[in-house]
């Protein structure tokens, strides 16, 4: 049985920063894509960040040059490490898997075909 147990998330103020973690278990393909997405009130969930079997990584414009996907070696943990916070980044944030790679090349079209998904964890920036 494959679980995602997302962590990390919290209040900090705009400028901060923050590391989101994404405990993964059960998850045995060679082949894969695990991304971060987020969902504001009242907004459709979007994606942040992926990462691939491959190597590739993607990431959305808004947050290209502040956020960092990556994971450990075992690929038991995803990272999302978030510098440069700004209250647009408010959200719920949750970690997904899904054992296609091409899943990768465009998180938001794709969103609803991802197998595997965590709780969510809140981050709010805000002074």
């Known amino acids: 049985q494959v679980q995602l147990v997302g962590s990390g998330g919290g209040s900090v103020k705009p400028g901060g920063s923050l590391r989101l973690s994404c405990e993964i278990s059960?998850?045995?393909?060679?082949?894969?894509?695990m991304a971060w997405f987020r969902q504001a009130p009242g907004k459709k969930r979007e994606g942040v960040a992926g990462f691939d079997s491959n190597g590739s990584t993607i990431y959305a414009d808004s947050v290209k040059g502040r956020f960092r996907i990556s994971k450990d070696k075992a690929n038991t943990i995803l990272y999302l490490q978030m510098n440069s916070l700004k209250p647009e980044d408010t959200a719920m944030y949750y970690c997904?898997?899904?054992?296609?790679?091409?899943?990768?090349?465009?998180?938001?079209?794709?969103?609803?075909?991802?197998?595997?998904w965590s709780q969510g964890t809140q981050v709010t920036v805000s002074s």
């Open positions: 059960g998850f045995t393909s060679r082949s894969y894509c």
């Open positions: 997904a898997a899904d054992p296609w790679v091409g899943i990768c090349n465009n998180l938001d079209a794709w969103e609803g075909d991802f197998r595997y």
